[in-house]
């Protein structure tokens, strides 16, 4: 719920559309991401009580998930990081935030973790069966 009010807050008002609120944003965007993939990977994993029978049915998008997972959770480690530098960038260069890093905090923040379980997720010898 927190993710999306931030996200909500974003789009109504611009006023505090900046570049570290933005990154905020996204971090609550990989954090939304990631909670909906904590639902379908419960229901995924096969286990017995209420979810056995949405695990039956989700049974083929396990797999799937779990990587989504994975990656929605290493963005949002990213972008947790990509913040704390900003602020550190604001704090040591006497209030001036970092310039000309905007592109190289969005492309950590998704293309990381996107590098980082592309090769697991493309080759089957990786997954744990």
């Not at 570290?20 to 286990?47: E, K, R, Y």
């Not at 209030?95 to 969005?106: E, M, N, Q, V």
Request: charge should be positive; charged fraction near 10%.
């Amino acid at each position: 719920v927190g993710c999306v009010f931030i996200i909500a807050t974003y789009l109504r008002f611009p006023v505090i559309r900046q570049y570290i609120f933005l990154l905020v944003v996204h971090m609550s965007i990989a954090d939304a991401a990631m909670c909906a993939t904590i639902i379908l990977a419960t229901g995924a994993n096969p286990t017995e009580g209420d979810w056995s029978i949405l695990s039956a049915a989700a049974a083929p998008i396990c797999r799937p998930v779990f990587v989504a997972l994975q990656y929605f959770t290493t963005a949002y480690m990213f972008f947790a990081s990509a913040i704390s530098y900003f602020l550190w960038r604001s704090v040591a260069g006497a209030g001036r935030g970092p310039k000309g890093d905007a592109r190289s905090l969005f492309l950590i923040g998704w293309g990381l973790p996107m590098f980082i379980h592309a090769l697991p997720s493309a080759l089957p010898r990786f997954w744990i069966v």
